[in-house]
């Protein structure tokens, strides 16, 4: 099942440049096949859905650890990470692997992906085009 989630645009801008490789999420999805499923990206702030990408596979690991072996590829400062797991670089995360990504020809907005907000985290959608 595919499943959306909320980005910044400059994180969007990574994604699509190669630049950033993992995208690191307190949870792993346990209804996605990176097989066959994508993941759809909602610029913050915005109500629409702008680009997507396919993740190759899903590592766990303490956040020290995570940030040491992907520091660049997550594409974020050390800080952000830090808060996002409040300090505690012991605290798990999951390193979701960014395969390839695209932009839409044209945004995509919510109500056409059955959601009334942009997701916290994630929301799952089957997303038919």
């Not at 980005?7 to 995208?23: A, F, H, N, Q």
């Not at 997550?74 to 999951?94: A, F, M, R, T």
């Amino acid at each position: 099942m595919d499943i959306v989630i909320t980005l910044p645009r400059p994180l969007i801008d990574k994604i699509l440049s190669g630049e950033k490789t993992v995208e690191i999420r307190k949870n792993k999805p346990k209804k996605f096949n990176p097989e066959l499923d994508y993941v759809f990206v909602i610029e913050k702030g915005t109500k629409l859905a702008v680009a997507w990408f396919k993740i190759s596979w899903f590592e766990f690991g303490s956040a020290s650890l995570v940030n040491f072996l992907y520091g660049e590829k997550i594409g974020v400062p050390e800080k952000w990470l830090k808060d996002y797991v409040k300090n505690d670089s012991s605290k798990d995360v999951w390193v979701w692997h960014i395969l390839k990504g695209g932009l839409f020809c044209s945004p995509v907005c919510l109500t056409a992906l059955g959601l009334k907000c942009s997701p916290q985290s994630y929301a799952y959608h089957k997303i038919i085009f």
